[in-house]
């Protein structure tokens, strides 16, 4: 029986749904601005906000096509996904900027489906189909920095 690693501490107990969501979200905002992930984030069962680094903020058909797309995600019932490689065998797309000076040589990996793949420590759904209707309540741009604050509509609700 294979054991699993030991890994640095996880100082934070993430709503599986929403920590899942904000994965979607960072690989749809990469995908559509070609901006990286977000540096800054709040993630919480009620709501959530990312910041991300942008030139000039989405337009309002952005912002509704940013919606759109991770719900298509979502409804795709993607199979989430965790693995241990170490830090030598990451795949050239995962971005470990973010890592601390005092990560494990092992890294967890969380895959969802082929969409995204990203170094996390965190909690997450088995299925994108858990996660439920992903809604952005507002957005506003200050400085080069654009804050998206969303919630989730639970699935049956």
């Not at 952005?62 to 759109?68: G, L």
Request: with cysteine.
């Amino acid at each position: 029986m294979e054991q699993e690693p030991i890994l640095n501490e996880h100082n934070k107990q993430e709503y599986p749904p929403m920590h899942t969501a904000e994965h979607i979200l960072n690989q749809t905002m990469v995908r559509m601005f070609g901006c990286p992930r977000s540096r800054n984030a709040h993630i919480e069962r009620k709501k959530s906000k990312c910041d991300y680094q942008l030139a000039t903020p989405p337009s309002e058909e952005q912002v509704r096509e940013i919606e759109s797309r991770v719900n298509e995600v979502i409804r795709q019932g993607m199979p989430v996904r965790v693995e241990y490689v170490k830090r030598n065998e990451v795949p050239p797309e995962v971005d470990l900027s973010k890592l601390p000076e005092d990560a494990s040589e092992t890294l967890r990996l969380v895959r969802i489906g082929d969409y995204d793949i990203c170094a996390c420590a965190g909690n997450h759904v088995e299925n994108t189909a858990e996660i439920g209707t992903f809604k952005i309540i507002s957005h506003d741009f200050n400085e080069g920095t654009w804050r998206l604050r969303f919630k989730l509509i639970e699935p049956g609700a």
